[in-house]
């Protein structure tokens, strides 16, 4: 089970910090990920990291300005954001990915919580 949780309202330019606990003791089998779906659209990807966070990518809208991270002592995985913009302003989910390989796709997770809405205000 994911629980995502760090959603808000934030300004733009400001800085928002999303967590998301798993369950379970196999968190370090899962590759992570956390994507987002605005009012209207499809859900996108937005960033991933490996098993053991040594790997990690991002979509081209958001680097340089998220950072995803993860604590395998904890089960968790964070989301870093940073210098917010309006367009940013979506539902935020994380997944989980069993698969040896990253990737960007939503059908190649595994497990889903239940997003966090993040607001930013111009």
């Known amino acids: 089970q994911l629980q995502a949780s760090g959603g808000g309202l934030v300004q733009a330019g400001g800085s928002l910090r999303l967590s998301c606990a798993v369950s379970?003791?196999?968190?370090?089998?899962?590759?992570m990920a956390w994507f987002r779906q605005a009012s209207g659209t499809e859900r996108e990807f937005v960033a991933v990291?490996?098993?053991?966070?040594?790997?990690?990518y991002y979509t081209s809208s958001v680097k340089g300005r998220f950072t995803i991270s993860r604590d395998n002592g904890k089960n968790t995985v964070h989301l870093q954001m940073n210098g917010l913009k309006p367009e940013d302003m979506a539902v935020y989910y994380c997944?989980?990915?069993?698969?040896?390989?990253?990737?960007?796709?939503?059908?190649?997770?595994?497990?889903w919580g239940q997003g966090t809405l993040v607001t930013v205000s111009s």
């Open positions: 997944a989980a990915d069993r698969s040896s390989a990253l990737t960007r796709l939503n059908s190649g997770y595994d497990y």
């Open positions: 379970g003791r196999t968190f370090n089998s899962y590759n």
């Open positions: 990291i490996s098993r053991s966070g040594n790997i990690t």
